[in-house]
């Protein structure tokens, strides 16, 4: 759909609504979703096809500064709302789903960097992974766990002045991609985060898993086998894991829904076009009496 505005008159009331003029907020938002027609859009059907290929694409959006948005300059970031950063997601969904779940659970990896990690890690890994020159992989998920963080099985022993991790985790965004890895497991004093490097010993990768969407998007088992990591990559506090994962998870969330309103802004607009494209007895099929009711709920829902 050549010509696609992703950025539309309702995100501009929102920013009005909500942070006054928002005169630079849509002038920003506006660039960005040009930028997305012209560089993402094009490519999108492509990559669902080939489950592959994102990575330039995914590049050029992370050198826009999507990521950077919502954190502070001082760690690397443009220190604008939340809620900006949400549309820009919005925005993002609408062009590629794939692109969009990629650099959404990237994001997710970088909060929770910025939340509980100490100066240490930042200083060591944010400024790298909001700019995209590191992608960041949110590792959670497990063959027979999901938001039930309590249940994982995956062990981190402390030995020395090293973790030792084992287990695995399932259904991971940019595993096997990703240069860092914000993994959940279990320590002594119960869930814990841990940062594990692409490279560190004992990191393995399943094949990417096949999907109903968002194919362009990895997602694979990761596997850790007796898998060494300085102490140091500790995130916070040793058995308040569970808790940082509900936080972060919260913000995630939001974002995951902004990307399904911009999906579902595009199944909207390509339902439109072809109405009014496709022809049945003598006519456009967007004439007809049910035809417009379909439409009427989907722009309605």
Avoid: W
């Amino acid at each position: 759909t050549k010509g696609l505005a992703l950025f539309r008159d309702v995100h501009r009331r929102i920013l009005l609504a909500n942070y006054g003029s928002g005169g630079d907020y849509a002038d920003l938002l506006s660039a960005l979703g040009r930028f997305m027609e012209q560089r993402v859009l094009p490519e999108s059907a492509g990559f669902d096809v080939h489950r592959s290929g994102i990575q330039p694409a995914r590049s050029a959006v992370f050198s826009q500064g999507v990521c950077q948005m919502p954190y502070p300059k001082d760690f690397g970031g443009l220190g604008l709302p939340f809620g900006v950063y949400t549309l820009a997601m919005e925005l993002l969904g609408g062009a590629d789903a794939s692109i969009a779940l990629s650099v959404g659970i990237h994001t997710t990896a970088a909060e929770g960097i910025f939340r509980f990690g100490g100066k240490g890690t930042k200083r060591r890994y944010l400024a790298d992974v909001i700019s995209g020159k590191k992608l960041a992989s949110f590792t959670l998920t497990e063959p027979t766990s999901g938001s039930d963080a309590k249940a994982m099985g995956t062990t981190a022993v402390r030995r020395g002045g090293e973790y030792v991790l084992n287990g695995s985790k399932m259904f991971i965004t940019n595993a096997g991609e990703a240069d860092v890895y914000f993994v959940f497991a279990r320590a002594g004093k119960g869930p814990s985060c841990f940062v594990v490097e692409k490279g560190d010993p004992g990191l393995e990768f399943g094949e990417d898993l096949p999907k109903l969407g968002m194919r362009g998007s990895r997602t694979s088992e990761v596997v850790f086998s007796d898998c060494r990591i300085p102490q140091d990559r500790l995130v916070g506090d040793e058995g308040s894991g569970f808790e940082y994962a509900k936080e972060m998870l919260n913000g995630s969330r939001i974002v995951m829904g902004s990307i399904c309103v911009g999906i579902a802004q595009a199944a909207l607009d390509k339902a439109v076009a072809y109405s009014k494209q496709r022809k049945a007895f003598g006519a456009p099929i967007s004439e007809f009496q049910l035809t417009k009711e379909k439409i009427a709920d989907m722009s309605t829902a």
